[in-house]
């Protein structure tokens, strides 16, 4: 089996799909349910955030498996697959275990770093297992990804990546304005970025902090945790009259603020300069907003060349150290496990070789005491385990390299193991979640 990721994020689609496809607690249980019901698959888990929609499922086949789950995804999302099928991504075995360690460390953010997505995937996984749909297999991989996103934020600085990017891009702005303190600041987005931008600008001692949202509800939820205020999308123009700065980061489609906009709001602010922090991937703001008198435009490639962004990118690239390193070590484990059936009803096949040689002996020597009956039994499970300990510990050792599996071919062929005999063991493995 491997394992096989579809989904779409805040990299791949707009946000309007992206709301469309979430999915909530009743039909993620239900999704993981048809996806294991469906012919490739045997374990499914599901992420759900404002940001990105996941499917993990352990798969036997990546063509099959990846049918069954995007035209399941998009039934249970409410959305058309013809419409959804543009904005998935896909990830197959070793990049697939690689993309939920990112996604787990916090690499695959809007906002670098960010903590929540821990709470998310433990979520995930309860509900995988509450299911019954997380085994071995992503039960295994999902907790090995909480893991590592542990040691990332233990080993590095991720965890305040983005913090340092806004940071960072304040300095800049302070060198057009002076210090944010008294400077009216207007944040626009209402996501996990443009709340910490917030937050920090709220921290450094603005005297004003508004939240413009295409959702006013949210708008308010991150204005109320810095004492700000609230306004819809549509009064952008009238508030950036009296802004100082504006920090905008909406994870939209195309741009939010355009030249026409910014140009008429200058007009009636009297040569006053306005710096305008664009921390959105894709830009929010139009290239041309930068050709405007007083105005001042910082985006994320202004900051790639400061210092503070330069110890971001260094975290980055040490955590991403770690989700390789890591990636190795759990491939080369769950190889090592995938023959574990097979050594098991190798044991499994010996036992039964050792009770019915003994039978055999009780029967044609009835006059053995009890004593030498026992050494008997002893000396002849010493022999076994002798002969099988070599081999076995040798297959799982080999497991761990790339095409592993085929020792364990050649281990069953060798003895004649029944191919049933294993397939038990790991249909009973899967049962109890140990598989």
Not at 100 to 116: A, I, R
Request: charged share 20%; net charge negative.
């Amino acid at each position: 089996m491997s394992v096989l990721v579809v989904g779409l994020s805040h990299r791949s689609a707009p946000v309007a799909v992206l709301e469309r496809a979430s999915l909530g607690g009743d039909s993620q249980a239900k999704l993981l349910t048809d996806v294991v019901a469906s012919e490739h698959a045997v374990e499914a888990l599901a992420l759900s955030t404002c940001n990105r929609v996941e499917v993990y499922a352990d798969v036997d086949k990546f063509h099959g498996g990846l049918a069954d789950v995007s035209e399941l995804l998009a039934r249970h999302a409410g959305v058309p697959l013809e419409a959804l099928t543009p904005h998935l991504y896909v990830h197959y075995e070793d990049r697939a275990v690689a993309h939920l360690f990112s996604v787990v460390c916090g690499l695959d953010s809007m906002v670098v770093g960010e903590s929540q997505i821990v709470a998310q995937v433990k979520q995930a996984l309860r509900l995988g297992q509450q299911a019954g749909t997380a085994g071995r297999v992503l039960g295994g991989l999902a907790q090995q990804a909480l893991r590592v996103g542990k040691r990332a934020r233990t080993e590095t600085g991720i965890d305040q990546a983005g913090r340092s990017l806004v940071t960072a891009g304040l300095d800049q702005a302070s060198r057009v304005l002076g210090p944010v303190q008294h400077r009216e600041v207007l944040v626009v987005g209402a996501g996990s970025m443009s709340a910490l931008a917030a937050t920090v600008v709220s921290q450094a001692g603005a005297e004003r902090v508004l939240v413009a949202n295409r959702t006013l509800s949210h708008a308010k939820r991150v204005a109320d945790s810095v004492g700000g205020s609230a306004l819809p999308l549509a009064d952008l123009g009238q508030a950036l009259v009296s802004a100082d700065l504006l920090i905008s980061c909406t994870g939209a489609v195309g741009h939010v603020i355009d030249a026409e906009l910014v140009a008429g709001v200058q007009e009636q602010r009297a040569g006053r300069p306005l710096v305008v922090l664009d921390l959105a991937l894709p830009r929010d703001v139009a290239p041309e907003v930068r050709d405007i008198d007083g105005v001042t435009v910082i985006d994320l490639e202004t900051l790639a060349a400061s210092v503070v962004d330069q110890a971001h990118v260094a975290d980055v690239e040490a955590a991403r150290t770690i989700v390789a390193d890591e990636v190795a070590s759990f491939l080369g484990w769950q190889r090592a496990a995938s023959v574990a059936p097979t050594v098991v009803a190798l044991r499994g096949m010996a036992e039964d070789v050792v009770v019915a040689e003994l039978t055999r002996l009780a029967g044609r020597a009835p006059h053995l005491d009890e004593r030498s009956r026992n050494e008997i039994e002893s000396t002849v499970r010493r022999v076994v385990d002798k002969l099988l300990h070599a081999p076995t510990v040798r297959v799982k050792q080999l497991a761990e390299e790339p095409g592993g599996q085929s020792y364990a071919d050649a281990l069953s062929r060798l003895f004649d193991l029944d191919p049933k005999a294993v397939e038990a063991v790991t249909r009973a493995d899967i049962e109890n979640g140990t598989a």
